[in-house]
Every structure is written in C-alpha cells, then in structure tokens.
C-alpha cells in the first residue's frame, strides 16, 4: 500500500525543514570563522594565556588556552560558564571543549546540536528536549515538528527539588506529536513558556483555605497535544487540570496523558467520545463550534503501540528503576504525578461544553492568533471563570490585530489586565503573557 501524499501543512513543513538545514550550515561555517579569528587574536604558542571574552568581572568567561605548535588542535577549558560566548548560553556541566584551528570542529558549545533518538524497531524519532535548551539557537515555529516524541525534563523550585531527592524520582514529560493533525499537533515554544511560568508562580494561584491547601481546578484552553496542562499537573501538588480542545485532538490528549499520569491520576470525561467520531466524518464542522469553522479539520492516525525495545530507548535517559522482567517501570518514573488530570472537549462559544465551570486557574498557550476568533476566546475564559478566577495567556507579539481585538475584549470583561515577562528556561523575547483577574 502506498503512502499518502504529503499535503500543504506537510509540504511546507518539509520546506522549512530544507530551508532551516541549510540555515544552520551556514551559522556553523559562520561560528567556526568566529571561532579562528578569536583564536588566532589571542594564541602566543608556546606559552599558556588566559583570556576574558567579557569587560564586565562578574559576568566573564575565562578561557585558559593551552596551545602546542606542532598540533592544529586547541584545548579550551571554560573555567567559569555564567555568561554568553558569541551570544550562546554555555551548559554549567560544559568542562572543556575541542576546536580545530584548521577548520574542523570536533566539539564546540556554539555548535551544540539537538539529541534526536530513533527508536530501533518503529523508527519513531524522540528530541530530548534539555539538548535544544542547552543551545536555543533557532526559533521557527516548526524546528522540531519531524519528532514523533518530546522528551522534556521537568525543572522545580527549590521547595520541590528536596521533594523529588525525597522520593527519588526524576520527573519528566513524554509526549507525542501528529504533524498531520496541524498546529494543534505540535508542541509550540509558548506552550513551554508558559508551563514554566505558571508553576514557577504557583504560590500566586494556588488556593488556601487557613493553612490547608484544597484542590486548584485548572483549565487548559486549545490545549493540542496537552503539554503546559500535563506539566502544570505533573508540578504541582493539590492541582486537577483539565486540558482541553476541538474533539479531532481529543484522542492525541488521552495518548499524552496516559503517557504521563498512573490511572488512578487520570479522571475521565464520557461524553466526549462520540464529539471525536462525528468530528472526522461527513458532518465534521457541526460539532467543532462556530469559532472553529475556519479552521481546518485532520484526521489523527494515532500511533501504534510501542514495542519493548522502543520503549526502553524512548525513556532511556536518567531512568534505572524497572521491573522483575527487566522492563522500565514507567508508573514510578515518566508517570510519577502531584496533581490529577483530565482530556475533554471543549469548545470556545459552545456552553454545553462548559459543564465543568468555573475554574479557579484559566491557562492558554499561543491561541491568540489570525486563525482563531480572539473575541470568542476571551468571552469564553469570561464564561469559565468565578469572580477570584485568575487567566494566564501566552502570545506573540507580533500577532497585532488579533492581539488588540483579544485585548479590548479581555479588558471589557476583566477589571485587571496586564503584560508579564514570562519566566522560563526557553528564551523567547517576543513571547508576553497576559495575566487577568477580576471577573466584571
């Protein structure tokens, strides 16, 4: 049987897939000539020098340059990595370094590349999601939509470090992506800004009553692949997160979900299931919603089930616990939760789906764009909320239009609005959040 064509979403994906490869082989003839005109300023063979690429004390790179004249390979070892070296943040665990003088790179921290894994009998690709941070060196909206899988480590507060050390887990995230199902398919750069901004302010939205926490009811609004609500859920203790989109993404959820939550942490929803398989057949955009109608409908193909060896290398990194037959026990690994999750339909303007309100935490990752109605979406967050109700929403700047009509609306409905520097390991500068509370 031969495979389908390659659509229009698949076809300019494989573009910017060509487009960015050669990108990137241009910056690393670039690097690697910045590289040689650095050298070849401060090497003095044969004696050891140690150079400062930055004025500022407190913030430099020490670079103690061991040169031998009878060899075109120079030992560079980083004794301090706190600042930037030609713009790229340095690893901490970056010791030293090997760069050829002669034009060949053997390893270098401004060519670091992302880990990509195959997985041997599925040939499933998995990006290791800490190797991309350790370079962050582009930012097109589809770099990593060729991986079937993120691997993502999960980073905590202080607080929560001494309780993972305690329980001897290494919390991680495993999620798959269906470039076939569109942008709700992939993982988006706004969706893990804005997990980690939000757990790293989870004192701020967290409720209390006295000195006792209660559960945190928290929704996940155009959710795709689930991503900030499994993190949210996975982080923070006392929580149970919803997350939520149109119904062709509902089975991608439950995947992700039960990839990353033991049942007992999963609440299910029964009525959505039905919403899923009219949304792929003849009459699929009567059940999507109004504010849906433009926006195109996939088809989820889902994936196969993993074999053994497959799902070894998938969690392979950082996990030695397994079973009595030798498998990896992922409910004490990948699955180990704080909080509880849930995957449903819901969709913006159709009130049948918000059976479930109000929620105390409303979260939203890059749904503010051209394709969506952005006066729907924050009457629905209106329509979800309670009067202490507090919304966190991830956005591009340089979305205009939708961005001053999404605003206008939320202003209208919220009596405070207001623009915040996210917080989070991915450095992103035209990512913003917008934080509303007060429900008129």
């Known amino acids: 049987m031969e495979p389908d064509p390659p659509g229009p979403f698949e076809e300019l994906m494989l573009r910017g897939e060509k487009l960015r490869a050669l990108r990137l082989m241009a910056l690393a003839d670039e690097q690697e000539r910045k590289i040689q005109n650095e050298l070849e300023m401060v090497l ?38 706190d600042s930037r070296v030609c713009d790229y943040e340095l690893p901490k665990d970056l010791s030293e370094t090997t760069v050829s003088t002669s034009g060949a790179s053997s390893r270098c921290p401004l060519l670091l590349e992302d880990k990509i894994d195959v997985l041997p009998d599925s040939k499933l690709k998995v990006l290791r999601y800490d190797s991309y941070l350790a370079h962050q060196r582009y930012h097109d909206d589809y770099k990593h939509s060729n991986c079937d899988f993120i691997d993502f480590k999960i980073e905590h507060s202080e607080q929560n470090q001494r309780q993972q050390q ?33 757990v790293a302010h989870e004192g701020g939205w967290k409720f209390k009553k006295g000195e006792r ?54 609440i299910p929803v029964g009525q959505d299931e039905d919403l899923c398989s009219s949304s792929v057949g003849a009459n699929k955009n009567q059940n999507r919603g109004e504010a849906a109608q433009d926006i195109p409908c996939h088809v989820d193909k889902g994936c196969k089930g993993l074999s053994v060896e497959d799902t070894c290398v998938l969690y392979e990194e950082g996990h030695s616990a397994s079973s009595s037959s030798g498998e990896i026990d992922v409910n004490t690994t990948i699955k180990a939760s704080r909080g509880k999750i849930t995957a449903a339909v819901l969709r913006w303007g159709v009130k049948e789906d918000y059976v479930n309100a109000p929620y105390d935490v409303i979260v939203a990752a890059d749904v503010v764009a051209s394709l969506y109605s952005p006066k729907t979406l924050a009457e629905t967050i209106h329509d979800l909320c309670h009067n202490e109700t507090k919304v966190y929403i991830s956005l591009k700047k340089r979305l205009t239009e939708p961005l001053v009509i999404f605003e206008a609306a939320m202003k209208d409905l919220f009596l405070t609005v207001k623009y915040t520097s996210p917080i989070s390991r991915r450095k992103l500068d035209d990512i913003i959040v917008i934080e509303a509370t007060g429900k008129r």
Not at 44 to 49: G, L
Not at 59 to 78: G, M, P, R
Not at 166 to 191: C, P, T
């Open 44 to 81: 003095s063979p044969p004696t050891c020098t140690q150079y400062v690429l930055d004025d500022d004390t407190e913030k430099s790179t020490s670079l103690q340059i061991l040169y031998e004249s009878s060899s075109s390979i120079v030992n560079i070892d980083f004794l301090q990595c």
């Open 166 to 198: 305690q329980q001897q887990q290494q919390q991680r995230i495993v999620v798959e992506q269906q470039r076939r199902l569109g942008k709700g398919g992939l993982l988006w750069d706004a969706g893990v800004i804005l997990a980690e901004h939000v």
């Open 213 to 266: 926490n209660i559960t945190t009811r928290i929704v996940d609004l155009g959710a795709g692949i689930g991503f900030t609500g499994i993190m949210i859920a996975k982080s923070v203790a006392n929580t149970h997160v919803t997350i939520t989109d149109l119904p062709e993404l509902l089975p991608l959820m439950k995947r992700n979900v039960e990839r990353n939550f033991v049942d007992s942490d999963i």
